[in-house]
């Protein structure tokens, strides 16, 4: 009894054991039973993401990356495309295959932004969440993420800078005197002084058009983030697509339909080419110059005769100008109908 005893003690030591080792695997692997929802991430350079970095939206833990590797042509979903966005111009190299819990799944939309972040100033890298405006990313699918900055190649162009400024100055590798740089940066600085002085009202004009320029710059940029992050600008790309799909489609059958009606032009054409000669044409436009001609003539005698009735000339005229023709017309008149028997017999 006693050995079963021992024995029962040492195996329930050994499998607290394997449980404790069990749990600090899955708390140093960063195991996870909660569901995920899994995309991927292109970088043209990552800096120092590793896999198994945390994603954090403002410092919370969402999520981890599961895997970091170099786009390959033909794996997995296409590389994400280029955006006219700081950190995201260069073609896309590096890959991350991001795991975010279930619960955050609605934070991954189309503009959303993720960079790589440290923790501290050489702390670990992780992956930031920048949440923005879209429509939701479906799983598996593949964003442009910001790269990281290249503090390497910084450190080379700042050292490249600072040495052709030596130059300028006067300051190379051969001046050891201890006073030689204060000498030159302190000539430098009268020298700024003296142009600044010198030119004060123009630096200010520049300094406020310049100020203007910003302004009118963030607020063209604000219009542009808010047509972008509302939906405008896709929309209109969409029913600009839209319009160029349908024109393609339609545009066969409207050059067709254009040819059939220029053929039959055509063919109206030269039927009436045939059907009327230059001489009967030439006959058609005497004939239409003489009748004008006619017209004419006749409408130069309607002005004449108007014009002797107007002046009382002729028989005409005469009755119309002359007021004794009228009275006695009108005396007439009057006495047959008074006797209308002189109609049919005369004294």
């Known amino acids: 009894m006693r050995s079963i005893g021992i024995e029962a003690r040492v195996g329930a030591f050994v499998l607290v054991a394997l449980l404790v080792l069990v749990g600090f695997v899955?708390?140093?692997?960063?195991?996870?039973?909660?569901p995920a929802f899994g995309f991927y991430v292109d970088f043209g350079y990552s800096g120092g993401l590793q896999p198994g970095a945390p994603v954090k939206v403002s410092g919370i833990r969402v999520g981890r990356v599961a895997d970091l590797s170099i786009i390959a042509t033909g794996a997995g979903p296409p590389a994400a495309?280029?955006?006219?966005?700081?950190?995201?111009?260069?073609?896309?190299?590096?890959?991350?295959?991001?795991?975010?819990?279930?619960?955050?799944?609605?934070?991954?939309?189309?503009?959303?932004?993720?960079?790589?972040?440290?923790?501290?100033?050489?702390?670990?890298?992780?992956?930031?969440?920048?949440?923005?405006?879209?429509?939701?990313?479906?799983?598996?699918?593949?964003?442009?993420?910001?790269?990281?900055?290249?503090?390497?190649?910084?450190?080379?162009?700042?050292?490249?800078?600072?040495?052709t400024f030596g130059q300028l100055i006067g300051v190379g590798s051969e001046a050891n005197q201890p006073g030689a740089v204060g000498e030159a940066v302190g000539s430098l600085v009268r020298l700024v002084g003296s142009i600044?002085?010198?030119?004060?009202?123009?630096?200010?004009?520049?300094?406020?058009?310049?100020?203007?320029?910003?302004?009118?710059?963030?607020?063209?940029?604000?219009?542009?983030r808010k047509a972008v992050e509302g939906g405008k600008l896709s929309r209109l790309l969409d029913d600009t697509q839209a319009s160029a799909k349908t024109l393609s489609a339609e545009l066969p059958d409207l050059l067709a339909r254009a040819r059939t009606?220029?053929?039959?032009?055509?063919?109206?054409?030269?039927?009436?080419?045939?059907?009327?000669?230059?001489?009967?044409?030439?006959?058609?436009?005497n004939d239409v110059r003489a009748s004008i001609e006619n017209v004419h003539t006749l409408t130069r005698d309607a002005v004449k005769v108007t014009e002797m009735i107007r002046r009382g000339q002729g028989t005409v005229g005469g009755l119309v100008t002359d007021p004794q023709i009228y009275d006695d017309l009108k005396e007439m008149l009057r006495d047959l109908k008074r006797n209308p028997w002189k109609f049919l017999w005369r004294d």
């Open 261 to 285: 009606s220029l053929a039959s032009v055509e063919a109206l054409t030269a039927k009436a080419n045939g059907a009327v000669s230059a001489d009967d044409v030439t006959k058609i436009l």
């Open 81 to 163: 495309a280029p955006v006219l966005d700081l950190g995201r111009t260069a073609t896309p190299l590096v890959r991350a295959q991001v795991q975010v819990d279930e619960a955050y799944r609605h934070l991954i939309t189309e503009g959303a932004l993720l960079h790589v972040g440290t923790q501290g100033v050489i702390g670990e890298a992780y992956l930031e969440l920048s949440p923005g405006g879209g429509s939701a990313l479906s799983e598996g699918a593949s964003v442009r993420g910001v790269d990281a900055p290249r503090l390497h190649v910084m450190a080379l162009q700042l050292s490249a800078i600072l040495d």
């Open 26 to 34: 899955l708390a140093l692997g960063d195991f996870s039973l909660r």
């Open 196 to 224: 600044v002085s010198e030119r004060r009202g123009e630096l200010s004009q520049a300094l406020g058009e310049l100020a203007a320029m910003a302004g009118n710059l963030r607020a063209v940029t604000g219009e542009l």
